[in-house]
């Protein structure tokens, strides 16, 4: 059964700093690129991060570029997503998904999306 399991998600003041990871499984990893989305209640889903199959490219939404990591274990079937800084407007529910990495830094071809874990930042 092929699975992406978002965790690490919950509640964190402003300034704070949250880990989140993306295990998969059931589904082929290390081939793929893979990324970060967010969705904001009452918004549409925004690019967050994405990653190339080695960790050797990253590439960032201008709103989180400095304040987030993206990083990837192949050995565990898992990439994460370390948020530094948190924002009251970085409230929202993450996705990662498994998909190709064209040039300019966007994911395609997404194929795969987790099922979100929740982030909420207090003012």
């Known amino acids: 059964q092929v699975q992406l399991v978002e965790s690490g998600g919950g509640t964190v003041q402003a300034g704070g700093s949250l880990r989140l990871s993306c295990a998969a499984a059931?589904?082929?990893?290390?081939?793929?690129?893979m990324g970060w989305f967010r969705q904001a209640p009452g918004k549409e889903r925004e690019f967050v991060a994405v990653i190339n199959w080695s960790g050797a490219n990253t590439y960032y939404a201008d709103s989180v570029k400095g304040r987030f990591t993206i990083s990837r274990d192949n050995a565990k079937n898992t990439v994460y997503l370390q948020m530094e800084s948190l924002k009251p407007e970085d409230t929202a529910d993450y996705y990662c998904?498994?998909?190709?990495?064209?040039?300019?830094?966007?994911?395609?071809?997404?194929?795969?999306w987790g099922k979100g874990t929740l982030v909420t930042v207090s003012s």
């Open positions: 059931g589904v082929t990893f290390r081939s793929y690129a």
């Open positions: 998904a498994r998909g190709r990495l064209e040039v300019a830094g966007k994911l395609s071809g997404i194929d795969y």
